[in-house]
């Protein structure tokens, strides 16, 4: 990252002449290269942000990522189509970069380093090495996407959560426009789990964690037991390493579920039916239906019972969870906004996506 806010400042500095003579050097080759292009770049490069690139390999190596291990290849408007997702991601998370990188905000190397050694937690050294190899990350592209990560949550703390405020008028408020929301039919558990599956996905959680076969699916989730069993937080486990895309990111929180829908697996109902509140079922094992092999494993854990009938405002869990929705939905009105703001502050050339319209244009 450092590196990174280094080059851009370089960039901006000289922009003026250097680029400018730059462009005018390469201009001839690139005017045989693309067919009468107006204008050269490096065929390397798929899109600049404030003058700083994106280069080609960054876009092919998140789109891989994304195609995993399906065997099915895209056509090839599919595939383009994917790359001008997955480059307008890219884009983003340059603008990002920079303004933090402005702010004084960007991931130190100890921030980097404390959250790599609790991602290579439930691992020995061996093991973390050998899911770097089967995930084709090197070690520092896992550093990289970490101090991305912790980067944009900087950002998005000082410059969004530290500034949302909800008042007991709008939990108030809130409650009375969806009281019927409150009045629960039957009883409900509210539920949070962790799942590790062996099939191929995109994991879903904050370190990019993954189990590629059931051999590493059962060392993973017995890992994450005997941390769990330990005293350590459901929550954090959970978002850290759950490959529950819907529920990593709450914790694991999978909300409500009603006894009537609790019955559709009696395997989970009869473990979660036992529990106290706060309590954690052993590991329970998921099996595909036509071959009767295992295709994942989860562990589950009892917030709260709750009876019939309709819950009242003072209660601290109603306005708790009135307080978390209106602040999520807040955090993520700005967090739009704030990007639609980096885009029209920022200037960004994407030569993929002028290339692709030239392709089809003539």
Same mark, same amino acid.
Request: one cysteine or more.
């Given at each position: 990252?450092?590196?990174?806010?280094?080059?851009?400042?370089k960039i901006k500095q000289n #922009?003026?002449?250097?680029?400018?003579? &730059?462009?005018?050097?390469?201009?001839?080759?690139?005017?045989? !290269?693309?067919?009468?292009c107006h204008r050269g770049h490096?065929?390397?490069?798929?899109?600049?942000?404030?003058?700083?690139?994106?280069?080609?390999?960054?876009?092919?190596?998140?789109? +891989?990522?994304?195609? @995993?291990?399906?065997?099915?290849?895209?056509?090839?408007?599919?595939?383009?189509?994917?790359?001008?997702?997955?480059?307008?991601?890219?884009?983003?998370?340059?603008?990002?970069?920079?303004?933090?990188?402005?702010?004084?905000?960007?991931?130190?190397?100890?921030?980097?380093?404390?959250?790599?050694?609790?991602?290579?937690? *439930? &691992?020995?050294?061996?093991?973390?090495?050998?899911?770097?190899?089967?995930?084709?990350?090197?070690?520092?592209?896992?550093?990289?996407?970490?101090?991305?990560?912790?980067?944009?949550?900087?950002?998005?703390?000082?410059?969004?959560? /530290?500034?949302?405020?909800v008042s007991d008028a709008d939990? /108030?408020?809130? =409650?009375?426009? %969806?009281?019927?929301?409150?009045?629960?039919?039957?009883?409900? =558990? %509210?539920?949070?789990?962790?799942?590790?599956?062996?099939? *191929?996905?995109?994991?879903?959680?904050?370190?990019?964690?993954?189990?590629?076969?059931?051999?590493?699916?059962?060392?993973?989730?017995?890992?994450?037991?005997?941390?769990?069993?330990?005293?350590?937080?459901?929550?954090?486990?959970?978002?850290?390493?759950?490959?529950?895309?819907?529920?990593?990111?709450?914790?694991?929180?999978?909300?409500?579920?009603? #006894?009537?829908?609790?019955?559709?697996?009696?395997?989970? &109902? @009869?473990?979660?039916?036992?529990?106290?509140?706060?309590?954690?079922?052993?590991?329970?094992?998921?099996?595909?239906?036509?071959?009767?092999?295992?295709?994942? &494993?989860?562990? =589950? +854990?009892?917030?709260?019972?709750? *009876?019939? @009938?309709?819950?009242?405002?003072?209660? *601290?869990?109603?306005?708790?969870?009135?307080?978390?929705?209106? %602040?999520?939905?807040?955090?993520?009105?700005?967090?739009?906004?704030?990007?639609?703001? !980096?885009?029209?502050?920022?200037?960004? #050339?994407?030569?993929?996506?002028?290339?692709?319209? +030239?392709?089809?244009?003539?």
């Amino acid at each position: 990252m450092a590196m990174k806010t280094m080059t851009t400042i370089k960039i901006k500095q000289n #922009e003026s002449s250097n680029s400018r003579a &730059y462009r005018m050097a390469i201009l001839p080759v690139a005017l045989l !290269m693309m067919g009468g292009c107006h204008r050269g770049h490096n065929a390397d490069v798929v899109a600049t942000v404030n003058g700083h690139a994106i280069m080609s390999a960054d876009l092919e190596k998140a789109y +891989k990522d994304q195609l @995993g291990q399906q065997q099915q290849q895209p056509s090839q408007e599919q595939a383009d189509s994917l790359r001008l997702n997955l480059l307008r991601g890219l884009i983003d998370e340059e603008m990002v970069e920079q303004r933090a990188a402005k702010m004084n905000l960007t991931a130190t190397n100890e921030e980097v380093d404390a959250k790599l050694a609790e991602m290579k937690a *439930p &691992y020995t050294e061996e093991q973390f090495n050998e899911r770097l190899k089967a995930s084709n990350h090197t070690l520092e592209d896992v550093k990289h996407d970490l101090r991305r990560s912790l980067t944009d949550n900087k950002l998005l703390n000082k410059e969004i959560n /530290s500034k949302i405020t909800v008042s007991d008028a709008d939990v /108030s408020n809130y =409650y009375n426009q %969806h009281k019927s929301e409150f009045n629960l039919p039957e009883l409900q =558990y %509210h539920l949070a789990g962790i799942r590790v599956t062996t099939t *191929p996905a995109q994991p879903g959680n904050l370190q990019g964690s993954k189990a590629t076969n059931d051999d590493e699916a059962k060392k993973k989730i017995q890992a994450l037991k005997n941390r769990l069993d330990s005293g350590e937080d459901f929550g954090s486990i959970a978002m850290n390493f759950s490959e529950w895309p819907e529920t990593s990111s709450n914790g694991g929180d999978m909300g409500f579920v009603s #006894e009537s829908q609790m019955h559709a697996d009696p395997q989970v &109902y @009869g473990a979660v039916s036992k529990l106290k509140d706060g309590g954690i079922t052993e590991i329970i094992p998921s099996f595909d239906p036509a071959t009767k092999k295992p295709v994942g &494993y989860s562990i =589950y +854990k009892l917030l709260s019972r709750e *009876p019939a @009938g309709q819950r009242e405002l003072n209660d *601290p869990r109603v306005q708790q969870a009135i307080r978390q929705q209106l %602040h999520d939905g807040r955090s993520q009105l700005l967090k739009n906004a704030l990007y639609e703001m !980096m885009r029209d502050q920022a200037k960004v #050339e994407n030569f993929f996506a002028e290339q692709i319209f +030239k392709n089809d244009a003539h």
